[in-house]
């Protein structure tokens, strides 16, 4: 089934930034497209980003385009969320995941498009 560790979570002003990054381990996921989603205390597990599996092709929920980044090094076995101009609107337990399917490529995700989950790591934007 294979293990996914989030890291990089924490307190930051509004404005600022963070970098998560989320080690994969126990199975092949160089084949398998990665996503960030998030839950807000109250609120549904949202969408938040996705890459292929070869990095290819990336696509984003429409709250945090042009402010968040994805992108992997399948050689790390490492898929990193840089997130800039923080908003406390973005505060949220963030998880990463991976597809339930090698090989593919999406317009968009949802989560039961992935199998496997993370534990998650805490972001809280203050303002």
């Known amino acids: 089934q294979g293990q996914l560790v989030e890291s990089g979570g924490g307190l930051v002003q509004a404005g600022g930034s963070l970098r998560l990054s989320c080690a994969a381990s126990?199975?092949?996921?160089?084949?398998?497209?990665m996503g960030w989603f998030r839950q807000a205390p109250g609120k549904e597990r949202e969408f938040v980003a996705a890459?292929?599996?070869?990095?290819?092709?990336?696509s984003y929920a429409d709250s945090v385009k042009g402010r968040f980044t994805i992108s992997r090094d399948n050689a790390k076995n490492t898929v990193y969320l840089q997130m800039n101009s923080l908003k406390p609107e973005d505060t949220a337990v963030y998880y990463c995941?991976?597809?339930?399917?090698?090989?593919?490529?999406?317009?968009?995700?949802?989560?039961?498009?992935?199998?496997?989950w993370g534990q998650g790591t805490q972001v809280t934007v203050s303002s």
């Open positions: 126990g199975r092949t996921f160089s084949i398998y497209a």
């Open positions: 890459i292929s599996w070869n990095g290819g092709s990336t």
């Open positions: 995941a991976a597809d339930r399917l090698s090989f593919r490529q999406k317009s968009s995700w949802t989560t039961a498009d992935f199998a496997s």
